[in-house]
């Protein structure tokens, strides 16, 4: 990973292959050891083999390796599928299944581009409501990161959401997404409002007979400021200790 933020894709790719190979021995070994699928260590050693595919297939990502990059991710996710995944995995596998919608939207987009057919747009949708479901599942309000990563996931499953004519469930994701807003702090919203923005106008867009919908739940000219509210749904339902 070093390599790859350096700038040297390329030359971060087999180390990333060797790491890769490496934590999927480790789990294995693990696995064998343990005899419990369900055991925190099990757990750990699987959701480092899941982080380790996913650095890798972002690491392919800029190399030009788009095939292989949904391949390594679609491995991972079928590695979590596998044992009965405990929390770091889930986690994890939230990462792959939001990763993994990227990666399909953008092999979907190339195929519009390219005048070719077959592509269906429910591929990504899939993944990002897979992922939405695992990181809402975890969303700690005391973690801001697990705050940030399901606002990640909600613009990204609204841009699919934009593609599939499902606009009712984008308004109701739209609404989760601006609970978010209210209570993250600036800093951290500070690369994902403009995101948030920019779909919410693409959406009302694309569904104008739900812009005011939109609107009401995430209203646009005032910085988004609302009156306070209880917060994601999540929120309530999560104890704190979560």
């Known amino acids: 990973m ?44 699987l959701a480092e083999l899941l982080v380790a595919r996913t650095d890798l297939a972002e690491i392919l990502a800029k190399t030009g390796a788009l095939d292989e990059r949904i391949r390594i991710l679609e491995d991972a996710r079928e590695a979590a599928l596998s044992i009965e995944a405990g ?23 190339d195929a519009v581009r390219r005048g070719r057919g077959g592509a269906d747009p429910m591929v990504p949708a899939l993944s990002a409501s897979r992922a939405l479901e695992i ?14 990563e399901l606002l990640n996931t909600c613009i990204q499953y609204l841009r699919c959401l934009a593609m ?3 606009p009712d469930r984008a308004v109701m994701v739209l609404d989760l997404a601006a609970s978010l807003v209210e209570v993250l702090p600036a800093t951290t919203l500070a690369d994902l409002r403009p995101k948030l923005d920019e779909t919410v106008g693409m959406l009302c867009m694309v569904y104008p007979g739900h812009a005011r919908q939109f609107a009401n739940v995430y209203p646009q000219g ?17 104890p704190p200790s979560a």
């Open 87 to 109: 929390p770091r995995t889930r986690r994890a596998l939230g990462t792959v299944h939001h990763n993994l919608s990227i990666a399909d939207m953008l092999r979907l987009l």
């Open 135 to 148: 990181r809402r599942d975890l969303l700690n309000p005391l973690d801001l990161l697990s705050m940030w």
């Open 2 to 45: 070093a390599l790859n933020v350096a700038g040297d894709a390329v030359g971060a790719v087999e180390p990333g292959r060797q790491a890769a190979a490496e934590f999927d021995s480790v789990f294995r070994k693990t696995l064998d050891w343990e005899g419990d699928e369900r055991s925190p260590s099990v757990d750990e050693a």
């Open 222 to 238: 005032d910085g988004g400021r609302r009156s306070p509210r209880p917060g994601p749904r999540g929120f309530r339902r999560r």
């Open 164 to 166: 599939v004519q499902e």
